[in-house]
Antibody
Framework: QVQLQESGPGLVKPSQTLSLTCTVS??????????WSWIRQHPGKGLEWIGF???????NSNPSLKSRVSISVDTSKNQFSLKLSSVTAADTAVYYC????????????WGQGTLVTVSS | EIVLTQSPGTLSLSPGERGTLSCRAS???????LAWYQQKPGQAPRLLIS???SRATGIPDRFSGSGSGADFTLTISRLEPEDFAVYYC?????????FGQGTKLEIK
């Protein structure tokens, strides 16, 4: 069973770039059966899809964030990463990584989530 | 962008009762690509239902999903104490994949 774990700084200054990594275990990130995704949840609020990546590098991201989002895969480490540039306090949220089965975009395995606070 | 509206915002029921949660889309969701998740405080969401009505692995059969077009329902036939949580629907028929705002199921 696929397991995911987010890691990265819990505090980012405004205007800087938020960088998070998701480590995948129990499965290969190059496995043809998966898409890899980032989702966030603002404090006390609902869920927002950020984007998906396939191991080949094909990316699909939310238009509302597209200009600031970069998602990449490191196959040698079985990890994928999120970079969100020019952050503001509105980017303070719990960030989750998750997997989706190939050809579908529902999220069947989730990491535990990591809180990122944007503050000076 | 498809907007998903969940109702009610909060549902107060007792264990053993039947729970019915609604998810209405602003336009038809293609191919029934609608999922439901359960989230408990401090935890990540857990997939319950995909493809409108397919239960995820390990999900009890008291959870069922139905609907078509733009109207979808999650039904919990007999509420167990562990079912009290927040429930989200999500469509994945076209980007951006959006979530509903959630229904909080609380103990009456």
């Amino acid at each position: 069973q696929v397991q995911l774990q987010e890691s990265g700084p819990g505090l980012v200054k405004p205007s800087q770039t938020l960088s998070l990594t998701c480590t995948v275990s129990g499965g290969s990130i190059t496995g043809v059966g998966f898409h890899w995704s980032w989702i966030r949840q603002h404090p006390g609020k609902g869920l927002e899809w950020i984007g998906f990546i396939y191991y080949s590098g094909n990316i699909n991201s939310n238009p509302s964030l597209k200009s600031r989002v970069s998602i990449s895969v490191d196959t040698s480490k079985n990890q994928f990463s999120l970079k969100l540039s020019s952050v503001t306090a509105a980017d303070t949220a719990v960030y989750y990584c998750a997997s989706a089965p190939w050809g579908h975009y529902y999220l069947d395995h989730w990491g535990q989530g990591t809180l990122v606070t944007v503050s000076s | 962008e498809i907007v998903l509206t969940q109702s009610p915002g909060t549902l107060s029921l007792s264990p053993g009762e039947r729970g019915t949660l609604s998810c209405r889309a602003s336009q038809s969701v293609g191919s029934g690509y609608l999922a439901w998740y359960q989230q408990k405080p401090g935890q990540a969401p857990r997939l319950l239902i995909s493809g409108t009505s397919s239960r995820a692995t390990g999900i009890p059969d008291r959870f069922s999903g139905s609907g078509s077009g733009a109207d979808f329902t999650l039904t919990i036939s007999r509420l167990e104490p562990e079912d009290f949580a927040v429930y989200y629907c999500q469509h994945y028929g076209s980007t951006p994949y959006t979530f509903g705002q959630g229904t909080k199921l609380e103990i009456k």
